[in-house]
């Protein structure tokens, strides 16, 4: 819907109206582009083996952004009043 009324791609929309403004310097929708050196893999425990089930080079499973999941961040850019105190 927001894609559809702003005519934008919903990554791009949140970012300039949302992640830009509260300051979140370090805030997308895709490992790809942000950091992937600094993201950790995700590890899946099949027959009593630990193996990697994802690592962030891997390609998106959705060719889009969702709006369910997937922001990439950093604690830094979170905004202060949503940060545990």
Do not use: N
Not at 6 to 28: N, V
Not at 39 to 63: A, E, F, I, N, Q
Not at 71 to 82: F, K, L
């Amino acid at each position: 819907m927001i894609e559809v009324v702003s005519r934008e791609p919903l990554e791009q929309y949140l970012t300039k109206r949302l992640y830009q403004p509260l300051g979140m310097k370090e805030t997308c929708h895709q490992i790809a582009k942000f950091a992937p050196e600094r993201t950790s893999l995700v590890y899946r425990r099949r027959d009593r083996k630990w193996t990697v089930g994802w690592k962030p080079t891997d390609p998106p499973k959705w060719p889009f952004v969702r709006g369910s999941g997937g922001m990439v961040t950093t604690a830094r850019s979170m905004p202060s009043s949503a940060r545990c105190t």
